[in-house]
């Protein structure tokens, strides 16, 4: 009799999960996200929602931060130092930078917090960490879709035509993506330790867009210094985006095809080690955080 009561209760007894240190390209065990997908999308949604909450402006603040930034950016540096944008009139110009820079900004900071906000979630229950910082690059991609639509208007406007290389800004917005993403997961993993990250990031976005051509065209730069440039992956995403709308009209500089491939490659760089560095620290998280 007391051999079956404890057989019974051996087969009732909770499983427990044990997040053991990932090793090696197989251990990123990526097919994870996708079993948990519905997840995915509930944080996604969710974080949306909690965005605009209990604001008196609500959505419309995807509208008023880029269209604000892009007015300041034209008096300043269109009108009064004459920042030169080729064939393109400023305001465009700008905008169509200030849209992916934002998109990732946004991406970058709510993704480096990611896991600290959800200390409560994390603690409580098992699921891929890599879900919550993915959720956050995702859930910007809602702003980018009604800054798009202004982008658009604002073209209509000024009498830009539209042309088949449009159909590349959807690689450029990947790009956008994977490199917020991977700076993202470093961020995230570091903040969980020392959180001086969270300072860190909003100093480093600010200082990060200075050296990106968001508001003056590569052109400006010499040759010599725009391989410096391209160690930066954002410079092909906004160059990226200005070549793909408005084409030969844009400042965009005709660099060599390998300066070009050198962001890509810091990208992907960037991207597999933070993926390889999360899964090797995702162990640590609740017991830290």
């Known amino acids: 009799m007391a051999d079956s009561t404890i057989d019974q209760t051996q087969s009732t007894a909770v499983p427990t999960v044990v997040i053991q240190p990932s090793r090696g390209w197989t251990a990123l065990q990526l097919q994870q996200v996708w079993a948990y997908r519905e997840l995915l999308y509930f944080m996604v949604w969710r974080d949306i929602k909690v965005r605009y909450k209990q604001t008196a402006l609500g959505v419309f603040w995807i509208i008023l931060q880029p269209v604000i930034s892009m007015l300041v950016f034209s008096g300043i540096f269109g009108v009064l130092l004459q920042v030169p944008s080729g064939d393109i009139p400023y305001p465009l110009f700008t905008f169509a930078a200030l849209l992916p820079w934002n998109y990732f900004a946004g ?152 300066i070009y491939a050198l962001s890509i490659v810091v990208t992907a760089v960037v991207l597999v080690t933070g993926l390889m560095f999360f899964r090797r620290t995702e162990r640590t998280f609740a017991d830290i955080v």
Do not use: C, H
């Open 107 to 258: 991406s970058l900071t709510r993704s480096s917090n990611s896991l600290v906000n959800n200390t409560n979630l994390i603690t409580k229950v098992y699921f891929p960490r890599l879900l919550i910082p993915l959720a956050g690059i995702l859930s910007g991609l809602v702003d980018f879709a009604v800054g798009f639509v202004i982008l658009l208007i604002m073209m209509v406007l000024y009498r830009m035509p539209f042309t088949l290389s449009m159909l590349f800004l959807p690689l450029f917005l990947l790009l956008a993506m994977l490199v917020a993403l991977g700076f993202g997961l470093w961020f995230a993993a570091f903040n969980v330790r020392y959180r001086d990250v969270m300072y860190l990031v909003p100093f480093l976005v600010q200082i990060w867009m200075y050296v990106t051509p968001v508001i003056y065209g590569t052109d400006l730069i010499p040759v010599k210094f725009q391989a410096l440039l391209a160690l930066n992956p954002m410079t092909l995403v906004v160059e990226g985006f200005r070549w793909s709308l408005f084409g030969s009209g844009s400042t965009t500089s005709q660099s060599p095809a390998w």
